[in-house]
């Protein structure tokens, strides 16, 4: 069993920046890709970036590309979410998640997640 823990939420003004981390714990954790995904209140959970492995293919959504970055310390099992320029849409609870693949619409019950961090931003 893979155990994730997320950390690094806040409230933030527009145009701000914040950290997230995701630590990875337990079973098969060193072996799985790792990747971000956000719901808003009264909205479904969306995609926001994910990396494999290696860390060297990260990969966004259209709304946060030139905005987050994505990285990876497989020396600790943990992944970080840099988030700049930060805007009120980005608002939201910010779960991390771990599989084999990191789809960008994951099926129910697929692979493990954490419980997640809220973001708020605001104008």
């Known amino acids: 069993q893979v155990q994730l823990v997320e950390s690094g939420g806040g409230l933030v003004q527009a145009g701000g920046s914040l950290r997230l981390s995701c630590a990875a714990s337990?079973?098969?954790?060193?072996?799985?890709?790792m990747g971000w995904f956000r719901r808003a209140p009264g909205k479904e959970r969306e995609f926001v970036a994910r990396i494999n492995l290696s860390g060297d293919t990260p990969n966004y959504a259209d709304s946060v590309l030139g905005r987050f970055t994505i990285s990876r310390d497989n020396t600790k099992n943990t992944i970080f979410l840099q988030m700049n320029s930060l805007k009120p849409d980005d608002t939201a609870v910010y779960y991390c998640h771990a599989d084999r693949i990191i789809f960008t619409r994951p099926g129910p019950g697929s692979g493990y997640w954490g419980q997640g961090t809220q973001v708020t931003v605001s104008s």
């Open positions: 337990g079973g098969a954790a060193s072996r799985l890709a």
